[in-house]
């Protein structure tokens, strides 16, 4: 059974190991597990409980029986804006209305803990063609850089 839940402590291996499969697949050719872990230390997925948590946040997964399979969170930008994170499914997981299910989840969530806007940032459009449509039919539009990541495509959306 496909479930949406609060990541749980020993969950948080599994979460890491989704992230991977997923940014790997995006940078097929390009990027190595070793390289990855050089640009993504995963530490907010180390310390979830600080880094979302503990900070007016949440984290997410989606699970099919005892397995990770997605993720998705919550951070706090400010007190009115917040930023959706680690939205990753793995492929077979991927166009069953899960994400969206989750993303409603998170959004839920969100406007509860009083953020008014939530912000996004993707690698490339080239790369994620899928998630930027993804995120377009949830209402997300483009704005300017918000921060120094490595992505250059910057969404937001309004909550209500």
């Known amino acids: 059974m496909v479930e949406i839940k609060l990541i749980q402590q020993h969950q948080i291996e599994q979460a890491k190991q989704v992230v991977i499969a997923v940014s790997l697949e995006i940078w097929q050719g390009v990027l190595t597990k070793d390289k990855l872990s050089r ?3 995963m530490s907010d997925i180390e310390n979830v409980r ?3 948590f503990d900070n007016n ?5 989606l699970v099919d029986g005892e397995q990770v399979v997605g993720t998705g969170s919550i ?4 007190d009115k804006i917040c930023e959706l994170k680690r ?3 793995l492929k077979e997981y991927r166009g069953q209305g899960l994400g969206w299910k989750m993303a409603q989840m998170l959004f839920d969530f969100a406007l509860a803990a009083g953020y008014r806007k939530i912000r996004l940032d993707l ?6 063609p899928e998630a930027l449509k993804f995120y377009r039919k949830l209402g997300f539009y483009p704005i300017e850089r918000y ?4 992505c250059h495509v910057f969404m937001e959306k309004l909550l209500q």
């Open 39 to 41: 640009y993504d230390s």
């Open 50 to 52: 600080s880094h979302y």
């Open 57 to 61: 946040g949440i984290f997410l997964v």
């Open 75 to 78: 951070r706090k930008l400010d």
């Open 87 to 89: 939205m990753w499914f």
């Open 123 to 128: 690698a490339n459009e080239e790369r994620q």
């Open 147 to 150: 921060n120094d990541s490595l």
